[in-house]
């Protein structure tokens, strides 16, 4: 089992189907946080948590991938991620375990893939038991700052 | 590897300092270059550069460094004197080692420009300046050099000193620790080195015997007097370094990493007192107490970290100020008060580009050349001052010049040639405003454009930038005595002062910079004052219409529908607030205090929004937005729309007594007789030839920008009928009320003040006096403009619409 073969991803679910992020990327999981909205915003920020006295910018993931609005009974949770720039929460249906996969398991995202996911979905790894969606969170940071710029009136 | 990284950025964090003090040495050497002290200074500096950069392999640093010391060296041993060619070419020494610590700080190497044609200047200079020197009496030079002797340790033939460290190490102090241990690595290529600059001087030795005795005598001298001698010397050297051995460099990350754990620490230590105050074990409250107080002083502590003098700043002052003054060919000299004024480092960053600005605008537009001085009468050498000082919980900065000041004739000429303002403004502006309208963008009154500045970006970006720093900058001048800038700032970014206030269950923050007051009316009072213009509301306060603007809907997470009258009888908590020069009237839900808040940035993507400044931490540990006020105004759409429509609109004619006046225009009505206008609400002061004055009904009219401006007499409401201006043309002062203009007739036009405090009001509402007061000596009577067209009958609220289709 050489490491280059074997990539691991944090797993998250939203709208019933399994995301992942590269585990490098996770700095933490966190649930129940106080989130205070930013009027104004682009509709793919949630708001702001305070992660230790730091300002943390939550990204709505299902915005961001056009998918339907959550409503379940649990709160969502926040994946705080690096990009380059700062820390950001990633907000998610319910966080799953790390999962380790093969890289000859890896797919590159159907040519049918339509919209902004093209962008956002590197390609998908495929499990014993379903897919797992390889998001890429530098992509994600830069589109949700990119049309934060463009929705300014 | 790593262990060199740090050595190269310990060198560079070094070298750097030093560059700066070597720097201020040179051009204090230039004033006096009789100054040993300055001389050995330089030549340590430079000493110890030349010896690190050996130490790390940069051999172009090491090379033209030397190059320097050896220049030096001859200047010391009064072999040659420091020309001004010779100090612009140490000068470019400077910019060199700089350019290459530059690269050597972003690459790891030097760079490929080794600097020939500077070392040859270094080497010319010297032998050109040799021979002019011979001309000079040799009895001097020889008495100077037995002085320099003293100092003299490692000059124009290094291996003396470098091979003998003991004599060298006093000098040193250990600034470099390395240096001395590896001077020996370096010694051979200075050999070389020295060999050349050797056969270079060799052959003006040729030409010039004289030079050469003194390094056969210091060849000769016994090696004691040095020693003996040099320890004055380095004493300065040491106490200046023994200072930086008590602090320590941080990293600034790791510091503001720190304040956010304070920060957090606070809030938890709130927590704790919160949860601990129904608690009676004496134990537990007497913990929480002094965790209490260990958490505040840990706080204070942290805050001061981040505080720094100002003077680290102004160490490149001196050399700004040298070099802009040679290129405008004046003469300046740089006074410095404050420099341990300390600020914010963030703002000391922020400072930094305005101030070197003000500095060449100073020198460049602001002094005068010499010539112009002298004819002036002022000392040929200009003066400079930099001063900062706190008051009032706030840095005050001054750049502060003893020129020639600013022509109000020019400005305004140029002001009206821009377009900025009409001729018509220009009369009624007060030589105040005339002043500060140079910040704005595109303002220069540079009649050329010069190398140094007066290309029209400079004032309104120094203004802007010092505005983003929560900022003021404001200029007084006086044409003929001089300028003065002031930049007042607050001694920290990272904590305001800010007004909490919620809406829709959400907390926001103002900084308290922008609230200029807070009103709390009754449903029935806030009805009645509440007027609304198309789907515009205005707030009336003591006379003056405030726009006013719903945060809620300002920030849509209310539904547009819902009206201020249905959320104003519900709840009316006014801020009046200020944005720029403009105030407005914000509505929240409720407004709970001041606070002393965290500045916390915001995350690039809601950089662009526009309407925050960033985000602090509540006591509660949740994030709460601070408002940007300049934002909000802009987003109302308080800047597109002119000030006069929204104030002026005809609703404040009505019978206001108390009118807010600001600034007043001063005229001559009769005999002596002195009258105040407040400015407010006039626009222009025009001559009317009396040619001019038509007739309608019984009314004196002009017209004026295509309709008609009834005239009123002021002579004749003051029963004073002697009017005493019998030329050709009147003066008018026009005041505008909504789309009308009413001139007031009056004989001259004084000049425009402040309002002074002490006015007498008057009770008679019949006359058109609302008070009398002292303006520069003299009685003044206040006139209400709105109370004089009421008394003379002119058209009457009822009547405004009537005569205004009249006219059109």
Redesign the interface.
Known sequence: MSPSENRQFCSFLLDGMLFGVDVGDVQEGLRDQRITRVPLASSMIHGLINLRGQIVTVVDLRQCLDLPKYIGDRPPVNIIVRTRDEPMSFLADEIGDVLSVSESDFEPAPETLRGVAVDLIRGTYKLDDGLIRVLDTQQIADYVVAKAGQGQT | MGELDDFVNDFLIETKEGLGQLENDLVALEENPQDADRLGSIFRILHTIKGSAGFLEFSTLRDISHSGEHLLGRIRNGEITLSPALSNSLFRLIDAIRELLASIEESGAEGDNSFVELKQQLGAADTKSETKVLAEPTEEKSREISEFQASDESCSDDTITVMAPADHAPDETGEFAQSDSEASGFSRDDITAMDDSKNGGYHSVQQAPEPEPPLVERLTKPPKPPLETSPPKSDSKISGSGSSASSVRVEVDLLNRL???V??LVLTRNRILQVTSGQQDPDILNTTQRLNQITSELQDGIMRTRMHPIGGMWQRMPRITRDVSRQCAKKVRLEIEGTETELDKSLIEGLTDPMLHLVRNAIDHGIESPNSRRLSGKPEEGRLTLRAFHEGGQVIIEIDDDGSGLDMDKIKHRAIQLGFISSEESLVMSADELQQSIFLPGFSTADQVSNVSGRGVGMDVVKTNIEQLGGVVSLKSTLGQGTVVRITVPLTLAIIPALVVTRSG??YTIPQANVVELLRPDSVTFASNVERIHDAFVYRLRGKLLPLVELGNL???ERPEKTMDESGAAASHLIVLRAGERHFALMVDRIIGTQEIVV???????E?????TG?T?MGD?????ILDVLGLGRRAGLFTRDEQEVIGEPESMADETLVVVERLLICEVGLNRRIGISIRSLTCVEHVARADIEYSVDEEVVQYRGGIMPLIRLSHFLMDESETNDSDSLYVVVHTAGDRHVGIVVDRVLDITDTPSGIERSADGNSPITGTAIVQDRVTDMIDPDRLIRIAGLFLPTTVGAEASQEN
Do not use: F, Q, R
């Open positions: 304040m956010n754990l920060g957090e959400d907390h920030l849509e997470v916390k940035p915001l995350g690039v993507a809601l662009t929004i526009g309407i925050y985000s931490i540990g949740s994030v709460s937005l």
